[in-house]
């Protein structure tokens, strides 16, 4: 038996959803995440202070008793959002980074931003303000391939901003290719990624090769096996600029197997043994911690967590549910197509 003991992990990228939802699945991050980066695309959205402030009352109510978890709050950017409540809410505490979305790009991104200039006013003081900006990079311009979205967002949208504002602070959310790893790598300070598990494991055959695999479909989408390879090196590089943003996005399985499924993959409750199987594969589990509990605190200027967590190498498969049960029907799980022999020791 192997053991593995690590500061606590957080997760820079979840959503949570609201009502039944929310209660289901939120026991399974706070089970193992310190805090998570919460996002904002409910319907409708947290588009303001008063809107976080109530999300993350109902967030804290759904938590189960014990659980040590600090959900921080997004703002949803939209082309009307005020500068004045970004900071003002940064400030208080009340949000820990603004959320950019095309519009059209992901789902429940209809308000979000179609011409970024409009935002640059905002953008600037977040800039000075030194509020993050978390981003989804798709360009959402329907001739480009799906496959090209993130490739063309960069030099369409993301090295002019850079240039533009050169102090603010961005996460390249859910980076899914080698362009956008050497992006986020090579560039001046100030930028970092997050790296979702599916991504690290899954290609695009997952989705459509011998059969179509609504499960496997997320956005971005899963890309070539080099760019797979890319994220891989990436992640257990133990480069301080990438860190892990679980982007666990459930939905309910009609949602999901129908003629037009929604986009998301629901791993939070098997993320961190992937993740150690990931990193084993890799002869790199010794930077495991690095990705999952050190970078993502130090780019977003917080403390690492105190707490520590154990992980366990088993002889027998750790067994996952296929699906979990929320009051509004069923929710696949990920599966990683490999068994998964590492555990959280949760002193259960
Ligand atoms: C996310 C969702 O369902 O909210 N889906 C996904 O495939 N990742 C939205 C997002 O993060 O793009
Ligand atoms: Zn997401």
Known sequence: MQILTMRRPDDWHLHLRDGDMLEAVLPHSSAHFGRAIIMPNLVPPVIDVDAANAYRARIEKALPSGHDFTPLMTLYLTETTKADDVVAGYESGAITAVKLYPAGATTNSQSGVRDIETVYPVLERMAEAGVPLCVHGEETDPAVDIFDREAVFIDRVLAPMRQRFPELRIIMEHVTTRDGVDFV??????????????????????????????????????????????????????????????????????????????????????????????????????????????????????????????????????????????RSGPVTVFDPMFAIHWDVDTGA
């Open 185 to 326: 790598r090579d560039g001046p300070d100030g930028i970092a990624a997050t790296i979702t598990t599916h991504h690290l494991i899954i290609n695009r055959n997952a989705i459509l090769a011998g059969g179509i695999r609504p499960h496997y479909y997320c956005l971005p989408v899963a890309k070539r096996e080099e760019h797979r390879l890319a994220l891989r090196a990436a992640a257990t590089s133990g480069n301080e600029r990438f860190f892990l943003g679980t982007d666990s996005a459930p939905h309910l399985d009609p949602a999901k197997v129908s003629a037009c499924g929604c986009a998301g993959v629901f791993s939070s409750i098997n993320t961190m043994g992937c993740l150690a199987h990931v990193f084993e594969q890799e002869a790199a589990l010794d930077r495991l911690e690095a990705f999952a509990s050190l970078n993502g605190p130090r780019f977003y200027g917080l403390a690492a967590n105190e707490a520590k967590i154990t992980m366990i190498r088993r002889e027998a498969p750790v067994v996952f549910p296929e699906k979990i049960e929320t």
